[in-house]
């Protein structure tokens, strides 16, 4: 199980922000290119959370082996919770951690139900809530599945990004929540 608590990313647009912005919502899917990982911003770009750490919200993955098998399919399930939760979002990237390779894609994503699919842009793959997927389960919680294919060659160590967002459901750019985390596995020994 990999988590990421209270994750300050509002980079002190909150206060540039006026109060009547609205933004347009990301109810289908997100825009790609947000997880945090290699340079790339995340979903506080547009959705401005207080500067203060997020004690209440979380952020898991279940599913990311610690050590990977050429290959082999990994079931992911992606688990948003915040108290005020009533609109969620998420996405995910496997990527080559170092190497030649390094950023890169690492291995397939492939969603499994409804409420994710994955979108491709620029050699990499995002995974990624839909319209279905953004509307939270009973309890302020959110769940996706995704599957991972692991690299054909154990070559090098893969990163997962993953970002989360725990919106408020009021359609504006304030008061949502973002958290983020990195996970990392590594090839199997042989």
């Given at each position: 199980?990999?988590?990421?608590?209270?994750?300050?990313?509002?980079?002190?647009l909150?206060a540039?922000a006026p109060?009547a912005?609205?933004?347009?919502?990301?109810?289908?899917e997100?825009?790609?290119?947000?997880?945090?990982?290699?340079?790339?911003p995340?979903?506080?770009?547009?959705?401005?959370?207080?500067s203060?750490?997020?004690?209440?919200?979380?952020l898991v993955?279940?599913g990311?082996?610690?050590?990977y098998a050429?290959?082999?399919?990994?079931e992911?399930?992606?688990?948003l919770a915040?108290p005020d939760?009533?609109?969620?979002?998420?996405?995910?990237t496997a990527r080559?951690?170092?190497?030649?390779?390094?950023?890169?894609?690492a291995?397939a994503l492939?969603a499994?139900?409804?409420d994710?699919?994955?979108?491709g842009?620029?050699?990499?793959l995002?995974?990624?809530?839909?319209?279905a997927?953004?509307?939270?389960?009973?309890?302020?919680?959110?769940r996706?599945?995704?599957?991972w294919?692991?690299?054909?060659?154990?070559?090098?160590?893969?990163?997962f990004h993953v970002?989360?967002n725990?919106a408020?459901?009021d359609?504006s750019?304030l008061g949502?929540?973002?958290?983020?985390?990195?996970?990392?596995?590594r090839?199997?020994e042989?």
């Open positions: 199980m990999r988590r990421a608590t209270a994750v300050a990313l509002g980079l002190g909150a540039a109060a912005v609205r933004l347009a919502p990301y109810p289908d997100p825009p790609v290119g947000m997880t945090g990982g290699f340079g790339e995340t979903c506080a770009v547009c959705h401005f959370p207080s203060a750490p997020d004690s209440a919200g979380s993955v279940h990311i082996p610690r050590s050429p290959g082999a399919e990994y992911l399930s992606i688990d915040r939760l009533a609109r969620a979002g998420f996405a995910l080559f951690a170092a190497g030649p390779d390094s950023a890169r894609q291995g492939a499994t139900g409804a994710a699919t994955v979108t842009a620029a050699g990499v995002y995974a990624h809530h839909t319209a997927g953004a509307r939270p389960r009973p309890h302020q919680r959110a996706w599945s995704i599957r294919t692991a690299p054909a060659k154990s070559a090098a160590p893969v990163v970002v989360g725990a408020n459901g359609e750019a949502d929540h973002v958290l983020a985390l990195e996970a990392e596995s090839p199997a042989p």
